[in-house]
């Protein structure tokens, strides 16, 4: 019997390569892909893809139930914000009255004792799946390389980034194929905790890799935290949630998470293929 995913939050930069990578696996009937969906745009991808648009709303709760009845395995990317404790919370506990199988969450990378707010509320998270009794495997990616397009000035040629020290980066990409990879075999990850960092690199030597890429000179910009703050409130993050992320930033910068530059081979392991490297991920995003 083929076995029905349920993918909410699929419409990002993870999203969409999710949506790519298991398109052949919809169209071959090896899975079922329905698409939550409550935005025109979002049913257009679904369309696009084959796949079965529902409407689903993570602020309308009450709906939940029956958006998710049918299916096996719900893939769960929350928005991030302080609400995605209690989306977490509600989706998980119609899941369970839906007779779903597995959850396939988006959480984020950090030592289990993290004293950081930004990183545990994610952990809170993960606790109520597993108390739920629902099967689960959790993905922790830490930096998106994705993001240091938005933080990129191309006419400027400036990066702006509160950092300075390494951290570990993995392409959205790789994540999706990862992902793609425990839903086309729930069993086979359960249980699993899987991290996803997959090179270190500090601001200046992306800028440096821009630098090669581009042939123009580029340069870190620290953005003052009000700046970093004020960008953040703007694209809807409560001033609690937005200023866990500046500390915890900051914290990084002074090199109190010792973590933050770890790296590992989950890729390969889970999706069977190597990382994409970063200088490789911004040749391809900016020379496209």
Partial sequence: MTATVFLIGATGHVGEALLDELAPDHAAGRLIIKMGTRSPHGRAMAAARGFVA?????????????ALRGADTVFLLRPYTLRQLMHGKLVTDAARRAGVTTIVDISAFGRPDT????????????AYIERSGIGYTHLRPNYFMDNILVQLNPVTHTLFNRLRAPVSWIAAA??????????????????????????????????????EITGHQHEVIIPAAE???????????????AQALVDYVDAVARGEVQEAADVFDTVALVAGRPAIRFKDFLRQKLQT
Avoid: C
């Avoid at 529902?54 to 029956?66: G, H, I, K, N, Q």
């Avoid at 700046?227 to 949630?241: D, K, S």
């Fill in 227 to 241: 700046t970093m703050l004020e960008r953040l409130r703007a694209q809807g993050r409560e001033p609690e949630y």
């Fill in 174 to 211: 790789d994540i999706a194929a990862v992902a793609a990879a425990v839903l086309r075999d729930p069993g086979a990850h359960a249980g699993k905790t899987y991290p996803l960092a997959s090179e270190a690199a500090s601001p200046d030597e992306i800028a440096a890799m821009l630098t």
């Fill in 54 to 66: 529902v409407d689903f709303d993570l602020d309308r709760p009450e709906t939940f139930e029956a």
């Fill in 115 to 126: 004293p950081w707010p930004i990183i545990g509320w994610n952990f809170l998270v993960e």
